[in-house]
């Protein structure tokens, strides 16, 4: 079976040593762009119990446009967040998934669509 391999840096690690994770294309539910995949280490709560705290996180680059249900890392105030996408009247909104954090809204016009997330390993 055919492995993606990627590297990334754990930012939340002193060490900021490279790190790799390997993982079986089998595992991807939609299609990617394999050369725009890469490997975020989310650092909070807010999407929890679906993403949690210090999960890796597999994002495609080559998917910016949002769909409902869907979970995206976006730019907003200077930071990168995880949030979920959900249609509503007016728009796409991007929500927290934890109630603890229903808080967090950001319209679809105030925030970049980086990429969307395609894979997350809760435990490793």
């Known amino acids: 079976m055919p492995l993606i391999t990627l590297?990334?840096?754990d930012i939340l690690d002193a060490d900021n040593e490279k790190k790799v994770l390997?993982?079986?294309?089998?595992l991807l539910k939609e299609p990617?762009?394999?050369s725009s995949l890469f490997v975020i280490k989310v650092?909070?709560?807010?999407?929890?119990p679906v993403i949690k705290d210090r999960a890796l996180v597999v994002a495609d680059l080559s998917q910016k446009k949002l769909e409902d249900g869907g979970i995206y890392l976006v730019y907003y105030d200077n930071k990168m967040?995880?949030?979920q996408a959900k249609e509503i009247l007016t728009g796409m909104t991007l929500v927290s998934i934890n109630q603890a954090y229903s808080h967090l809204v950001y319209q679809e016009a105030e925030v970049r669509v980086v990429a969307k997330a395609v894979l997350s390993f809760n435990t490793f």
């Open 22 to 26: 390997k993982f079986s294309t089998s």
């Open 43 to 48: 650092d909070g709560k807010s999407m929890q």
């Open 7 to 9: 590297e990334y840096v």
């Open 81 to 83: 967040w995880i949030k």
């Open 32 to 34: 990617v762009n394999k």
